[in-house]
């Protein structure tokens, strides 16, 4: 991209980010009653005595933010720890989930690729298993495995797995022909073939399926730590929401977007890597 371009860009991303704040600080309500809202739901809503509105402005929710980010690994007992700690959880669970997914996809993904047998025998059940939603296995997992941490890494591998496992099978399989049949000229051996003709091709579809499984697991996770509690962003964000802390859970909105943004420009960078012209 010419410099003349993204620097055009980045200057509209600031215009559109000021817009945006400014918006939002004018929306809200300066302490004129709030029209429609009983009285009832603007206590519990943490609303003023006057009725105004309980959603805070861009400049508060900044200070929560920085005050987050200045003390963020403090632990001041189980339901009051700081941001890094919580988000270092999420983040080791996902991790580990992941790479689970990434262990059990990718060979199989090759095998499937490589093999029109095993793809027609395994076909059904990954047209059967790929639409379930990851949290629908969450139950079954707190049932048999009986542990909340193992539980969120299982609904995280779940996720994850299937765009891995396609994406490899799909670029294994879209592999030319040509390629294929200058290593069976030279007779080289189906494990070096997979591993030096094979794999360089398919790497850039393999790290695509990788960046859309990382996405989701990031969004899934969230969601998983709702449901079973004790640690983890998800959990800081639901129980904010108990507290009625709407300027936390905005905050948390914003760490959310923040580290799912740099593992997913991580994996681009890593995808630029196993890119090649030809």
Same mark, same amino acid.
Request: hydrophobic letters at 55%; a neutral charge.
């Given at each position: 991209?010419?410099?003349?371009?993204?620097?055009?860009?980045?200057? #509209?991303?600031?215009?559109?980010?000021?817009?945006?704040?400014?918006?939002?600080?004018?929306?809200?309500? +300066?302490?004129?009653?709030? $029209?429609?809202?009983?009285?009832?739901?603007?206590?519990?809503?943490?609303?003023?005595?006057?009725?105004?509105?309980?959603?805070?402005?861009?400049?508060?929710?900044?200070?929560?933010?920085?005050?987050?980010?200045?003390?963020?690994? %403090? +632990?001041?007992?189980?339901? +009051?720890?700081?941001?890094?700690?919580?988000?270092? %959880?999420?983040?080791?669970?996902?991790?580990?989930?992941?790479?689970?997914?990434? #262990?059990? $996809?990718?060979?199989?993904?090759?095998?499937?690729?490589?093999?029109?047998?095993? %793809?027609? $025998?395994?076909?059904?059940?990954?047209?059967?298993?790929?639409?379930?939603?990851?949290?629908?296995?969450?139950?079954?997992?707190?049932?048999?495995?009986?542990?909340?941490?193992?539980?969120?890494?299982?609904?995280?591998?779940?996720?994850?797995?299937?765009?891995?496992?396609?994406?490899?099978?799909?670029?294994?399989?879209?592999?030319?022909?040509?390629?294929?049949?200058? $290593?069976?000229?030279?007779?080289?051996?189906?494990?070096?073939?997979?591993?030096?003709?094979?794999?360089?091709? !398919? !790497?850039?579809?393999?790290?695509?399926?990788?960046?859309?499984?990382?996405?989701?697991?990031?969004?899934?996770?969230?969601?998983?730590?709702?449901?079973?509690?004790?640690?983890?962003?998800? %959990?800081?964000?639901?129980?904010?929401?108990?507290?009625?802390?709407?300027?936390?859970?905005?905050?948390?909105?914003?760490?959310?977007?923040?580290?799912?943004?740099? #593992? +997913?420009?991580?994996?681009?960078?890593?995808?630029?890597?196993?890119?090649?012209?030809?």
């Amino acid at each position: 991209m010419p410099l003349s371009l993204r620097l055009r860009a980045a200057i #509209l991303s600031v215009v559109l980010l000021f817009a945006f704040l400014a918006t939002w600080e004018l929306s809200i309500n +300066d302490g004129s009653e709030v $029209a429609g809202m009983s009285p009832e739901y603007a206590a519990l809503m943490g609303a003023t005595a006057k009725g105004a509105s309980a959603m805070p402005g861009p400049l508060k929710v900044g200070k929560e933010i920085w005050g987050h980010i200045s003390n963020p690994f %403090y +632990d001041a007992g189980p339901n +009051d720890k700081g941001i890094g700690i919580q988000l270092g %959880y999420s983040i080791a669970r996902v991790f580990v989930g992941f790479f689970l997914a990434m #262990l059990t $996809a990718v060979p199989l993904g090759f095998l499937i690729g490589m093999s029109p047998l095993f %793809y027609r $025998a395994l076909d059904p059940f990954i047209q059967l298993m790929k639409p379930v939603s990851p949290l629908a296995w969450m139950p079954l997992a707190l049932y048999t495995i009986q542990d909340s941490t193992i539980s969120s890494i299982f609904v995280i591998f779940i996720c994850s797995v299937w765009p891995m496992l396609i994406n490899t099978a799909f670029g294994v399989a879209g592999v030319r022909s040509e390629w294929l049949n200058v $290593a069976k000229t030279l007779e080289v051996g189906q494990l070096r073939t997979a591993l030096r003709v094979i794999l360089p091709a !398919a !790497a850039p579809t393999i790290m695509t399926g990788m960046r859309i499984s990382i996405s989701i697991a990031w969004l899934v996770i969230v969601a998983a730590e709702m449901l079973v509690g004790g640690t983890g962003i998800g %959990y800081f964000l639901w129980n904010e929401w108990n507290n009625l802390s709407i300027t936390n859970i905005i905050a948390a909105i914003f760490f959310i977007g923040i580290i799912g943004m740099i #593992l +997913d420009l991580g994996l681009s960078q890593m995808s630029k890597l196993v890119t090649y012209q030809e």
